[in-house]
């Protein structure tokens, strides 16, 4: 069965700091990676989809990056805001016949960026 | 807009009864997903559908139920039999591998 980690599972950081988010699974036969973002008490964002043929993806100040061959992802966020404090979950999805790509998520990092 | 909405927000289940989360989306999408989250627990998938009519267990359905009458609606029942419901529970609709989330239910037993 897929096992999803992700490392720091918290992290405080000031303002302005750049920093990384690591992810890694155990079965690299995926079909791609996910990153999301998760409010307290509301649902998932799609921050970036990183597909298994691809190596990074950026979107803004946000950039992913994925090694299948050695299991690991890692989000990296420049210049953090104080806005960009919430929890961050990593996905990977693999292609099933009953199923279709569900999804197997991380435990996910609580991000604190202090003013 | 096209999206997911799930309600109720917040649903307070007494012991021994069953109850039933909404979700519907009108982005039509195929495949709807239920998950449930729980503190230092992650997501994990409780059922799946992939079509109308259609739907299949996740790691975790004991205690639940679902039908898929509609390919916009996918409405989960909480029933008895779960013996720990209280949770976060998160609706998904999906069109090949690209995602979309409901708002959630906070559900609590009391």
């Known amino acids: 069965k897929q096992e999803v980690t992700q490392i720091p599972a918290a992290l405080s950081v000031p303002e302005g700091e750049n920093l990384v988010l690591n992810c890694s699974f155990t079965?690299?036969?995926?079909?791609?990676l996910q990153w999301f973002r998760q409010d307290p008490g509301k649902g998932l964002t799609s921050l970036l989809l990183?597909?298994?043929?691809?190596r990074e993806q950026t979107s803004g100040r946000l950039n992913a990056s994925l090694d299948k061959s050695s299991g690991r992802s890692t989000l990296y966020i420049a210049a953090s805001q104080p806005g960009d404090s919430a929890t961050y979950l990593c996905?990977?999805?693999?292609?099933?016949?009953?199923?279709?790509?569900?999804?197997?998520f991380g435990k996910g990092t609580s991000l604190l960026v202090t003013p | 807009d096209g999206g997911i909405t799930q309600s109720p927000k917040y649903l307070f289940r007494k012991e021994g009864q069953n109850v039933t989360l909404s979700c519907e989306q009108n982005l039509n999408h195929d495949a709807m997903y239920w998950y449930r989250q729980d503190p230092g627990q992650g997501l994990r998938l409780i059922y799946y559908s992939q079509i109308v009519n259609d739907f299949q267990k996740g790691d975790i359905a004991e205690g639940y139920s679902v039908s898929r009458e509609k390919k916009e609606s996918f409405p989960l029942t909480v029933t008895s039999a779960q013996k720990n419901p209280t949770a976060f529970y998160l609706c998904?609709?999906?069109?090949?591998?690209?995602?979309?989330f409901g708002s959630g239910t906070r559900l609590t037993v009391v």
């Open positions: 079965d690299s036969a995926i079909y791609n």
């Open positions: 990183i597909q298994s043929s691809q």
């Open positions: 996905a990977v999805s693999v292609m099933n016949s009953n199923s279709g790509y569900a999804l197997n």
């Open positions: 998904a609709s999906s069109i090949g591998t690209g995602y979309t």
